[in-house]
């Protein structure tokens, strides 16, 4: 029987009028791995932001372990358990890499997961734990901050276009933490805009196309030409094919 | 020997400019609130040691022990009600907004103490000095307030860089949204630098009192100079504040030294100079501009 972590019940987000997030539902259990993919512009992002507290809703409503967050302030959602790891890092800058973990330490549940742990995941950071987060590099700063947000013991990750801006071998080694994570009982809710990487890692998928739900499923029901129609529209694809592979 | 004690009384007047610019830099740093109001809330502090305390049987010299922290509470409610509703809305607010409270505490002060000078009362201290050479006089109020403005700025930096809190305030200054996905209250951080801030006025207000005359209208040039020092030094560096405040003092003896009309003058010609040079400041970061 699992345990579900994390539940959106018909979300709808605006920015202004723009509609960017419509009634979407979805569940993330403990241990599992959900990724949203779609297109830039889809509304993965602010769907993230919104579940972390960053966003308003319009309407709907976001439960975590049977609770309703959806009033809460992203600070008292992020002491319940609830981690987002935002697109671009979003390091604190002038703090030394131990400094940014500290933070992230701060307010942190009981858990597997602590610095020397986070140290123990990624070998370099020990020798360099003095430097100022501005000085390392996009992957490095990436790791930061998963780091960052590990240390907190969250009950559920959400990572945010982890691959954007860096390159394929770093990417790789950033992707590899996900099963080792979730062995903890985590549930992570990936967005991902390179659709392979995302639904290699997923158990299940959740497709966005204009902020609306265009498909679900676990990653292994699901065939690529599926997915590759819920991300661009299945009329598009229907008359004039996609030129770039989603992948 | 005369250039010498000139420096001297430059270093001297140079401390009390760092122990009143330092909470305008905080506030700054921190919130990015440039706090108009922050000449006028040192000079009620320096009211409030005159007035009030003693009847609460403190002596005016004592008054700082309450109210120092007595404002860092003020601070802390001004910030979490007035600065912050002001910051939610943009940041052009802030600046009408304690613009605002500006005026108001004037015309208050005004209206209940009339423009009558007053002095905090120091007793016989205040005629005190050393005089280690004939032509050097070294006076103890002045040295008093020197020692406390490098005793804040040191704890203060102890505090920002050791303690978790400092971290954090540290944090919220770089990235309040982040601060928050790592569960961090950013208002409350807010409060709290603000409280701190509120606490150093209220210290540079007293000592102002100490060392001069002062009348509701004293805050306006004060803060003038307080915005001298923190650009000299370079936002965000609480040594820059202290070495800002006593290059400004220098200069601005200097000036007198000459003429006493050209004080003021001479210091702001060095902080047009540093501004037109070094705008980052003589220990500011370039990105702190960005």
Redesign the interface.
């Known amino acids: 029987m699992s345990e579900i972590l994390l539940e959106v019940d018909e979300l709808t987000v605006h920015h202004g009028q723009l509609c960017a997030v419509d009634g979407v539902s979805f569940k993330v259990d403990r241990g599992e791995v959900l990724t949203m993919v779609g297109a830039n512009g889809a509304g993965k992002s602010t769907l993230l932001r919104t579940v ?3 966003h308003h809703q319009t309407s709907g409503t976001i439960r975590f372990q049977g609770v309703n967050v959806t009033k809460l ?3 008292r959602r ?2 319940l358990g609830i ?2 790891v ?1 697109e671009g890092r ?6 030394t890499l131990e ?2 973990l ?3 330490a ?3 549940a009981r858990g597997p997961f602590s610095i020397e742990r986070v140290y123990e995941l990624f070998d370099w950071m020990p020798a360099r734990r003095r430097q100022r987060a501005w000085q390392f590099s996009g992957g490095e700063q990436q790791a930061i901050a998963i780091g ?2 590990l240390v ?1 013991n969250p009950q559920v990750l959400l990572l945010d276009e982890l691959s954007l801006g860096l390159a394929p071998i770093v990417i790789e080694r950033i992707y590899a933490l996900i099963p080792d994570i979730v062995a903890h009982g985590v549930g992570i809710l990936l967005v991902e805009q390179d659709v392979t990487l995302g639904v290699g890692v997923a158990d299940r998928v959740h497709c966005m196309l204009e902020g609306k739900t265009s498909l679900t499923g676990t990653s292994g029901e699901l065939t690529s030409a599926q997915i590759e129609r819920a991300y661009f529209g299945g009329e598009m694809s229907a008359t004039s094919p996609p030129h770039e592979s989603p992948a | 020997m005369i250039w010498l004690n000139v420096v001297i009384q430059g270093v001297l007047v140079g401390g009390f400019y760092a122990l009143f610019a330092c909470g305008l830099s905080l506030m700054f740093g921190v919130m990015r609130v440039i706090n108009l109001a922050h000449g006028d809330m040192a000079v009620v502090a320096a009211y409030v040691a005159v007035f009030l305390t003693p009847h609460a049987h403190i002596p005016e010299v004592w008054a700082f022990v309450v109210v120092a922290p007595l404002f860092g509470v003020v601070g802390y409610v001004v910030q979490r009600t007035l600065i912050q509703k002001s910051i939610d809305r943009d940041p052009f607010t802030t600046l009408l907004v304690t613009f605002g409270l500006s005026v108001i505490i004037e015309n208050l002060l005004l209206e209940i103490y009339s423009s009558n000078g007053q002095i905090v009362n120091v007793g016989e201290l205040i005629v005190k000095s050393w005089h280690p050479q004939t032509i050097i006089y070294i006076s103890y109020v002045s040295l008093a307030v020197l020692a406390a403005a490098v005793a804040v700025l040191g704890l203060l930096q102890v505090f920002l860089s050791k303690s978790g809190t400092g971290r954090l305030i540290r944090a919220v200054a770089d990235d309040h949204e982040a601060a928050q996905l790592s569960g961090t209250n950013y208002r409350h951080i807010f409060g709290i630098a603000a409280a701190i801030a509120f606490a150093t006025v209220a210290l540079a207000g007293i000592s102002y009192g100490m060392m001069t005359e002062f009348a509701p209208t004293s805050g306006g040039i004060n803060l003038l100079f307080a915005f001298e020092t923190v650009v000299i030094g370079g936002i965000g560096s609480l040594w820059g504040t202290l070495v800002g405040g006593i290059a400004l003092g220098v200069a601005q003896q200097f000036g007198a030294h000459f003429n006493p009309e050209y004080q003021v003058l001479a210091g702001n010609i060095l902080f047009l100079v540093v501004l037109a040079i070094r705008p980052e400041g003589l220990f500011g970061k370039r990105t702190a501009l960005a």
């Not at chain 1, 979003?90 to 703090?95: I, N, T």
Request: proline share 7%; charged share 15%; no cysteine.
């Open positions: 972390a507290g960053l302030a992203p600070q992020a002491r981690a987002l935002p979003r390091l604190f800058s002038s703090l400094e940014n500290q933070v992230g701060h307010h942190a960052r947000a907190a």
